[in-house]
């Protein structure tokens, strides 16, 4: 799903109708679209029809937007402006495991070589909040802001395992939750069920190739520190081929002592 998706759509008439400030859902929507176009400017036309209105009234929302620095005016269209990135920013500087997140990271044995990533559950899919880069980076892997799906993510696995089952049944009721990455890759309920079974069983949540061919994932859960806060992931990716049973029983333990610092505000040791 994409980030515009997920905002909705605005084009739907009855809807517009029953929304209280369509001027504001269109802003947003505005938004959405130019974050998933990844920096291709967007031309004032193309961005009209996506939000369903007419071109004199985008123009108007585009200037407000790009008044406040969310979006700015290029040659050929429209991009994210520079005020999206301080308030992510100051949206990120709000978790304090995310700041934490990077010391540990850095200073762990197994975890410090490979790319590792903090990730936060939304509907069907995964938000990525951190990534340390490693010393061998997956530029295939997800980066900061990206947004996935959670069914074949090990991230996504290790969230979802703390959900009541029914409630999983619930969210993943449509075939469209399950988009085929790899061959490998969860097609159904109740193989995504089977998964989080086996999560909950040892603890810790697996995607083997089922993202990108040959890269291997390890997860697990961060509990919320404090209650109403939002539960993370934390994961590895590494390429398959130098998953050892040593490095992979590194990188569980450090992902272990990982949770533990990272859900625990009194202990900053990392030891």
Not at 53 to 72: H, M, P, R
Not at 110 to 124: C, K, P, R, W
Not at 141 to 147: E, K, L, T
């Amino acid at each position: 799903m994409t980030l515009s998706e997920h905002l909705g759509d605005t084009t739907d008439a009855a809807q517009t109708d029953r929304d209280p400030a369509p001027a504001v859902t269109r802003s947003i929507r505005i938004l959405g679209i130019l974050a998933d176009a990844q920096g291709r400017p967007m031309p004032l036309s193309e961005l009209a029809r996506a939000i369903g209105a007419a071109k004199s009234s985008t123009s108007n929302l585009c200037a407000v937007l790009e008044d406040s620095g969310l979006i700015q005016r290029v040659d050929s269209g429209f991009t994210l402006g520079h005020r999206t990135v301080e308030l992510g920013g100051s949206y990120l500087r709000s978790f304090d495991q995310v700041r934490e997140f990077y010391r540990f990271i850095a200073s762990s044995e197994f975890l410090s070589h490979e790319v590792v990533q903090i990730a936060m559950l939304d509907g069907t899919d995964v938000l990525y909040l951190a990534r340390h880069e490693g010393r061998a980076p997956l530029r295939l892997s997800a980066g900061i802001g990206d947004r996935f799906p959670a069914a074949p993510t090990a991230v996504g696995n290790a969230l979802l395992a703390h959900l009541d089952p029914a409630e999983v049944a619930r969210r993943f009721a449509d075939s469209d939750h399950f988009p085929v990455r790899t061959e490998r890759s969860t097609t159904s309920l109740e193989h995504l069920q089977e998964k989080l079974d086996l999560v909950r069983e040892r603890g810790y949540a697996v995607d083997d190739g089922e993202v990108h061919p040959g890269v291997y994932g390890i997860a697990r859960w961060i509990p919320p520190r404090a209650s109403g806060a939002q539960p993370l992931a934390i994961g590895a990716s590494l390429m398959g081929a130098a998953m050892t049973d040593a490095v992979r029983e590194g990188i569980i333990a450090e992902l272990g002592e990982a949770v533990v610092l990272l859900s625990n505000p009194m202990d900053l040791s990392g030891d």
